[in-house]
């Protein structure tokens, strides 16, 4: 099992050897002896934290703490209001496209409306139960192995998003976020107020928002990755570097210089190699 050192953060990092069967889903395993302030830096993906060790991960937010398995709509931490800690972690955390997440969680994005859920808030009992199985399994294959099959039938049984919905997300992904939004409801052939009231609705965001969000996703990695950012600025669609900076600063309180040392972000490469979760598409369902 890897591991990932970056300033004071240690972590161990697992990652499956075999993509999900699931559109749009993408999960890593952590193993944290001591989580120390971890700033969240927003992403176009649901998150779902299944945790399962003897210690458990805390979400410091707006809300207040939260505890144990949880789940946040896409765009979790703006402002960098967002903070993890906890000793002795273990979790899954999974990755959900917007489009994806509706049948697997059973409840639209939208109706998180933007705060940190416990799973159990959801699921109920199978929240305790899904902690319980992923204890008694000591290797990460096998445990990411039980995650994919439950959520592949919950997917598989829950209720699809509009197929006009899942085209216009897919745009703005595949686009970068590089995309008029005003075209959007062309190609899905529906009137704007249309196509932006099931957007909302049923994807947790409004289509300018994951707009910005995927374009930020792309900019912040880049930083990470050493970019200059008046270049990162340039290439990612923004009108210049001081547009930049204030996104930065909208989604994570914070510098581009400072966005370039989050831990949360220099993860990804190990966590998920090939950042396809940074991009998580999710394709319409016939």
Known sequence: MPTFEHGAAVWDVAAPHRPSAVPGLTMAG???????????????????????????PVLD????????SLVAG????????????????????VRLSPVTARAILGISPAELDGAVVPLADIWGPEAARIRERLAEVPLWDA???LVDAL?????????PVDPEVALAWHRIVTG????????????????????????????????????????????AHRLVAGENAARVAADTGYADQSHLHRD????TGTTPAAVAREP????????????TASTPSGAPRR
């Open 264 to 275: 949360f972000l220099a993860v990804d490469d190990l966590a998920w190699p090939g950042r």
């Open 176 to 219: 970068r976020g590089q995309v008029r939004v005003d075209l959007l409801a062309d190609e899905a052939g529906w009137s704007r107020k249309r196509l932006w009231s099931r957007f909302r609705s049923q994807l947790g965001l409004a289509p300018k928002q994951a707009v910005k969000l995927v374009r930020f996703d792309r900019a």
């Open 61 to 68: 937010g707006a809300g207040g703490p939260r505890s144990g």
């Open 248 to 251: 930065v600063r909208e989604f």
């Open 30 to 56: 952590f193993g944290v002896r001591e989580l120390d302030r971890l700033r969240m830096v927003p992403h176009p993906a649901v998150t779902l934290l299944l945790e399962f060790g003897p210690g458990a």
């Open 143 to 145: 445990r990411f192995a």
């Open 74 to 93: 896409a765009g979790l931490g703006a402002g960098g209001a967002v903070v993890a800690r906890g000793q002795d972690v273990e979790c899954v955390q």
């Open 151 to 159: 959520l592949a039938r919950r997917y598989a049984a829950g209720p």
